[in-house]
């Protein structure tokens, strides 16, 4: 990220500036999303960073040229970039079927585990693995899509635009998905999985389906990341960054509401990319820990927004179906709808009959 | 191997708080417990000079330290979220951004302004000078049995320890028997409190005080309680050694650098097998 | 009736488990020590509610509840276990991952003293369960986790004794055994309220039963009443309303 430490003295300096971050907060925004499309069954995923990473890595290993001199990596095929993409997200959704096999079927809480796991091992297999993905080093030189064909200082136009477009199919893919008999049953099992379970529904091959959908996204969106910073190596891809900071955009935003989940994303995206910028103005003693005191930040912001606000900025609209009764037990407590609340105030304040 | 050991023991603290809630705690308790640890060893080698004192006063003050947030966090954020009928997973969120919160602090007192580097503050194997390390491991694989006895003690013999059994197994019917189980919670977050912070001032004994290093045993330490039942200390003590030495043996045979993926392996393979742990019993 | 204090009294008791949403609306129930209450009414008319609202498991929203005279609209589940109220839940009502013992011991956690010699006297209340003090709770019949439970609510010598539909998913031989229990931990000294769905039975052993419908109290009388009043299934749909007697304003201190 310290790329984007760019000084906005000038006013092309600021427009680079937001055009860059614009760039990367639509990446991130379209990791929210698809985590939203797990976390709305229940999916705890914990290992973000994991599906970002490998959707960066085969895709940069794909496209690249074969390996030379001291670089040493597997394939090097030089096939097209959207090509790779599709590999990207192809191993996303195998990842996903590793690990949803043998832990979807048991307690929430072993999936996250798994996951966190998966992150941490899939970094040190980059970093210890010779002739996988040139360890430590990185891989560099991934070229951009088109930027053979857009000249000079243009590109990072491109770039936004490419981002941009793909992070509204992507809105508009989960949109859809969840507007869908399938999405509101996934809502369905969020909300009561025995419910969901007695009437009916495969819950497992449900979540299966959701988890598979959102890793194929994440895959998608460390792709783009990977050709578009140009280089990747075992570090961009931590734990902090790759996936609590992600966890923050969505309960920031609002969990289970795509919209929020944008909304998030260009907010907490805002205050962690724009510290840098104030860096310099801030006193010294301040000036040096601010990547701490943002650390610190980012962390308070999950918990309080779970304090206090946990619908997030907006909050998700209450979609069940009128067909179905939610009853005061089964009524998932820690996401009600602000305007539920209200209107549910609003009623013991009138007289009883 | 050691120091894996008492993780394994440390993790039971926390699952005698059972249930969904108690594994969104847990991983703030492990993480607060192994961060704060090294937060109060810190504090015990300040006003230190010689090896012995100086890590007993740490141990003491890192106990009593860690056990206290564990116990500010309970009252500030976790009651709060089991009033609003927070399920597990507001609990695991929560305790993941107070991990982070809690990295970043000690990062901000204790290390340089660097995001992946800390120069840790020189492990008391140094100050040990001469002597050998194997007396410190020896040491370490002592005091991990005797917490083990203990625990076992306190959850099976006595009337506090078998309430914090009763309420992990079923918190209403708790209450309903006259338990006040927000005390038996605080009481558990102290026990595991206290607990975390022994094993992390063991780590540092054993290896370097980082400020991601409890963070960096979060996996072994699930794969041997995972192994050896929820719940169940002697299954977490004997998950624990043979994720330990698991790992260590791996080397042999594979790079150095895929270790922590060792205990991963040991998960998925004991889920696949065993959900419910080797040692875990039917309900 | 009037002159002596009961041992429990709700009044106007409106509540529910949301805000606003009420589940029970302004029941009034009084118990004597020398009585077997029973709640009788259909699924969801609001029994088992009334009952946690009663133990202090449940906020209410409107009334209050006094305890031999006192209020104690306001306390916590732990402190009327701990001034005399049995509470046993209709399920989850042992500890499963604990001994017969265990349970006992926690069933007496705010026993200062005599322990020991109260798990045994329990004990011997229960021949089922006597003798095999380490058996897990997990590993006992449905039956027997039942009387573990209420001999595990017996642990500290209540004056009074809530029970949640106690025989559901029982036998109708278990049944009439654990009812005939209920019965000689009353003739104890244990007033007994308790929520039924397998009324007859239930009213067979009651002095007193009260219906509920849509969480009104839709109908009281005597036990013998509601077994010989013609059809006690009609009170169900409602038409006993007013029917029954109501007494509110008896037994006030």
């Keep these: 990220m310290e790329q984007l430490i760019v000084t906005l003295v000038t006013f092309d300096g600021a427009v680079n500036w937001t055009v860059g971050f614009l760039t990367t907060v639509s990446i991130f925004a379209i990791l929210a999303l698809a985590l939203n499309i797990q976390w709305s069954v229940g999916i705890l995923n914990f290992g973000v960073a994991a599906f970002f990473m490998v959707g960066a890595y085969v895709s940069a290993v794909l496209t690249l040229p074969a390996p030379e001199g001291l670089e040493s990596y597997v394939a090097g095929w030089g096939i097209p970039i959207p090509v790779g993409w599709l590999f990207a997200m192809v191993a996303g959704a195998v990842l996903a079927v590793l690990l949803g096999i043998p832990t979807l079927r048991l307690r929430d809480d072993f999936l996250a585990i798994a996951t966190i796991g998966v992150a941490a091992i899939l970094r040190s297999i980059a970093n210890s693995v010779e002739g996988l993905v040139n360890r430590s080093r990185g891989l560099n030189g991934i070229d951009g899509f088109l930027e053979q064909e857009v000249s000079g200082g243009g590109y990072r136009w491109v770039e936004l635009a490419i981002a941009l477009v793909i992070l509204c199919a992507v809105y508009w893919l989960v949109t ?17 999985e025995d419910t969901a379970k007695a009437s009916g529904k495969n819950t497992v091959r449900f ?19 990977a050709h578009r910073s140009g280089t990747i190596s075992p570090l961009t891809f931590s734990d902090l960054l790759g ?25 907490v995206g805002f205050f962690w990319f724009g510290t840098p910028l104030i860096q310099e103005s801030l006193p010294d003693w301040l000036g040096s820990r601010v990547f701490q005191v943002r650390q ?21 609209r209450d979609r069940v179906s009128r067909f179905v009764t939610v009853g005061p037990e089964n009524r998932s407590t820690e996401r009600g709808s602000l305007w539920r609340r209200l209107r549910e105030r609003a009623a013991t304040q009138l007289p009883r009959s | 191997m050691g120091l894996t050991l008492v993780f394994g023991v440390l993790g039971i603290g926390d699952f005698a708080h059972g249930d969904k809630m108690g594994w969104g705690m847990f991983l703030a308790f492990f993480i607060v417990s192994a961060e704060g640890a090294n937060l109060g060893f810190a504090g015990g080698r300040f006003g230190s000079l010689s090896f012995g004192w100086g890590l007993v006063v740490g141990l003491l003050f890192a106990m009593i330290g860690v056990a206290l947030l564990s116990v500010i966090l309970e009252r500030l954020v976790f009651r709060r979220l089991r009033a609003a009928g927070g399920g597990f997973f507001v609990f695991a969120i929560a305790s993941l951004g107070i991990s982070i919160m809690l990295r970043a602090v000690i990062q901000l007192i204790w290390g340089p302004s660097n995001f992946r580097y800390t120069p840790g503050i020189h492990p008391a194997i140094e100050i040990l000078g001469g002597i050998k390390v194997k007396p410190d491991q020896f040491f370490i694989v002592g005091i991990t049995l005797l917490a083990a006895v203990l625990l076992y003690w306190l959850l099976y013999r006595t009337r506090f320890g078998k309430a914090m059994r009763a309420t992990a197994d079923n918190p209403e ?24 912070a022994l094993a992390g001032v063991m780590l540092g004994l054993q290896a370097e005080v980082r400020f991601d290093a409890g963070f960096r045993l979060l996996l072994p330490l699930f794969a041997a309680v995972i192994l050896g039942g929820i719940g169940n200390p002697w299954g977490a003590l004997i998950g624990g050694l043979t994720v330990g030495i698991a790992q260590e043996v791996s080397t042999q045979w594979i790079n150095t650098g895929l270790k922590p993926g060792v205990p991963f392996v040991i998960v998925i393979v004991v889920l696949l097998l065993r959900p419910r742990g080797l040692f875990g019993q039917v309900r | 009736m ?18 606003g949403i009420d589940i029970i609306h302004d029941v009034a129930l009084d118990l004597y020590q020398d009585e077997i209450l029973t709640i009788i009414g259909p699924n969801g008319a609001g029994k088992s509610t009334l009952l946690k609202a009663i133990v202090g498991a449940l906020p209410f929203e409107r009334g209050r509840r006094l305890f031999q005279g006192e209020d104690v609209s306001g306390w916590s589940t732990p402190r009327m276990i701990a001034s005399g109220v049995g509470y046993v839940p209709q ?43 380490r058996e897990r709770a997990s590993r006992l019949s449905g039956g027997q986790r039942q009387m573990l439970a209420m001999a595990r ?7 009074m004794l809530c029970l949640d539909e106690p025989t559901a998913a029982l036998s109708p031989a278990a049944r009439g055994e654990l009812l005939a229990r209920i019965y000689n931990i009353h003739m104890s000294g244990v007033g007994i309220l308790m929520v039924e769905q397998n009324a007859t039975e239930a009213l067979v052993w009651s002095d007193r039963a009260v219906v509920m419908v849509d969480g009104d109290k839709a109908l009281e009388g005597t036990g013998l009443d509601m077994l010989t009043s013609a059809d006690v299934g009609r009170a169900f749909l409602g038409q006993g309303e007013g029917e029954g007697f109501t007494i509110e304003e008896g037994g006030l201190t």
């Design chain 1, 296 to 316: 610190l930040l980012i962390g308070l912001l999950i918990v309080a927004f779970l304090l206090w606000r946990p619908q997030g900025l907006l909050a998700e």
């Design chain 1, 176 to 192: 859809q998905a969840t507007a869908s008999p399938w999405g509101r049953a996934l809502r369905a099992i969020r909300d009561n």
């Design chain 1, 243 to 267: 996936t609590f900071f992600v966890w923050t955009m969505l309960i920031v935003g609002g969990s289970g509401n795509h919209r929020g989940v944008v909304v998030g994303a260009l907010v």
């Design chain 3, 91 to 133: 399920v989850d009502n042992v500890f499963t991952s604990m001994s017969i013992r265990e349970n006992l011991e926690m069933g007496g956690y705010m026993r200062k003293t005599g322990l020991q010699g109260r798990i045994a006297e329990v004990l011997a209340m229960f021949p089922d369960l006597e003798g095999r003090p």
């Design chain 2, 173 to 196: 019917l708790a209450e309903a028997s006259g338990i006040e189980t927000n005390r038996v919670r605080i009481g558990t977050w102290i026990v595991a409190g206290i607990l975390g």
């Design chain 1, 207 to 225: 979540r299966m389906g959701a988890f598979i959908l959102g890793s194929m996204l994440m895959g998608l969106a460390g792709a783009i990341y």
């Design chain 3, 2 to 19: 009037n002159e002596r204090t009961p041992l429990l009294q709700v009044e106007e008791f409106s509540g529910g488990y949301v805000d």
């Design chain 3, 153 to 159: 609510a017996l642990m500290l010598d209540p004056v």
